[in-house]
């Protein structure tokens, strides 16, 4: 039996010269669209402009277009006769980061946030890349009916990066009111890869995040008489120190898992002892039980420590576990298999390279969670010069990450492996 990616090969090469023929005519404009998203980048739950020019989009390129789908999500459907449901999602939203790219179309907007701050707005994740190559996505399925048969859903999800927008998006009828999806696939930029370069992670790509507060109640006082109070910035460090031994002694060798405590306030003064400490932490797993671990040794150690500090019974501190929250993205093996094959028939085997699982966090998790147990594949798309990988690979040193105000992606080539790559996996698991 031949290996699945060479049989997917074979079967493939015949469209591969058409996808490259439709995407070469449509780059131009897509980057031009590009650089249009990336200089009015919106906030999540706040991306009326963008939805709507993106929904304008899908509807010039042939689509039925629903818009308001749990808010700001858009869901486009391109029906073409008998066949599988295949979903096909881009997020939308940008992040309150001020832009220090340098390039001629960055971002300069300002609004106001949730809270009422000034925030500066950027596309620091790449989304506005996912949606250029969504867009053309659209229109090289479109130009290219007579090779595929079935549905294809395409949707833009907004609110990725507040882990929000699928959980609305499935439960305003994401699944019921629009065709169910067979699978699902989406790709992401990635800021260390090479463009012209996919990646793709089997299993576990993503991890389980959860964000946790704790509020440590004291007895304040002055400072010359620490006797006569309950010192709650000692406890909050004793509890920080301690929360270390989960990952290091409670969590099994090679399950991983991450605890950070990211952000610790109190006191007002140098002579007071505050009443209050507040910590807020986040929480990396795979594992649903590695998960549920992190929680439940969180809450004993809190209490554990309070206790030893001789806290009173109603001085005993909060562990607030937040909503907020995201799964696992789990890409399942059989369906990167055949992406693998597919993508590797576009742009060439050897540029399609197999990446390691990290502790980021992608909504897109939700739509393989729901009781249709959809299979999904997201895979990482290469945004950087060559060059610049290889000489930050020999010296050893990183390139601007993701939510990065230094994050630049290359416009055209990493915009055409990305067409190429999502087109060329659709026409696959479609195909006549």
């Not at 090469?13 to 404009?29: G, I, K």
């Not at 390039?103 to 809270?115: E, Q």
């Not at 909503?323 to 050897?350: F, H, K, M, T, W």
């Not at 390139?399 to 055409?416: M, T």
Request: net charge neutral.
């Amino acid at each position: 039996m031949k290996p699945i990616f060479l049989s997917l090969l074979a079967t493939s090469s015949f469209f591969a010269a058409d996808v490259a023929s439709v995407t070469n005519q449509e780059l131009p404009s897509l980057v031009e669209l590009y650089k249009e998203l990336h200089v009015n980048p919106e906030l999540s739950l706040h991306e009326v402009e963008t939805a709507a020019r993106i929904a304008k989009e899908l509807r010039e390129a042939g689509l039925e277009v629903t818009e308001k789908v749990g808010g700001n999500g858009i869901v486009g459907v391109l029906k073409n006769g008998d066949g599988p449901v295949i979903l096909v999602r881009t997020d939308l939203d940008g992040l309150p980061v001020k832009e220090q790219t340098g390039a001629p179309y960055a971002s300069t907007k300002v609004v106001k946030d949730d809270l009422g701050r000034e925030v500066n707005v950027m596309h620091a994740c790449g989304h506005d890349i996912h949606m250029a190559s969504f867009i053309g996505t659209a229109r090289a399925l479109s130009k290219l009916r007579d090779q595929w048969k079935g549905t294809v859903v395409m949707i833009g999800q907004h609110a990725e990066e507040r882990v929000l927008g699928a959980r609305l998006m499935l439960r305003a009828g994401l699944f019921s009111k629009f065709p169910k999806p067979d699978k699902a696939i989406a790709l992401h930029c990635a800021s260390d890869m090479a463009h012209g370069q996919i990646g793709i992670v089997e299993g576990y790509a993503l991890a389980n995040v959860d964000s946790v507060e704790i509020v440590v109640k004291g007895v304040g006082g002055h400072g010359s008489m620490p006797h006569l109070t309950r010192d709650p910035i000692v406890l909050a460090s004793h509890i920080v120190l301690a929360l270390q031994t989960i990952v290091s002694r409670e969590v099994r060798p090679g399950d991983p898992a991450v605890v950070t405590v990211g952000s610790i306030h109190g006191g007002t003064k140098s002579n007071i002892i505050s009443d209050e400490v507040r910590l807020q932490l986040t929480l990396r797993s795979y594992q649903t039980d590695t998960r549920k671990k992190l929680v439940e040794s969180i809450k004993r150690i809190v209490k554990a420590q309070a206790e030893s500090a001789n806290m009173p019974v109603d001085k005993m501190p909060e562990v607030i576990v937040s909503d907020d929250q995201a799964p696992a993205l789990y890409n399942q093996p059989a369906l990167c298999a055949e992406v693998r094959g597919l993508v590797g028939s576009a742009i060439g085997p050897d540029k399609v390279l197999t990446r390691e699982p990290v502790m980021g966090a992608e909504d897109f998790a939700e739509y393989g969670l729901t009781k249709e147990k959809v299979p999904l594949c997201m895979f990482w798309l290469g945004t950087q010069p060559p060059e610049v990988v290889a000489e930050a690979k020999a010296k050893g040193t990183t390139l601007p990450s993701l939510h990065s105000p230094f994050f630049k992606p290359v416009p055209e080539p990493s915009i055409e492996t990305g067409v190429k790559a999502m087109t060329s996996a659709v026409l696959g698991l479609m195909k006549k």
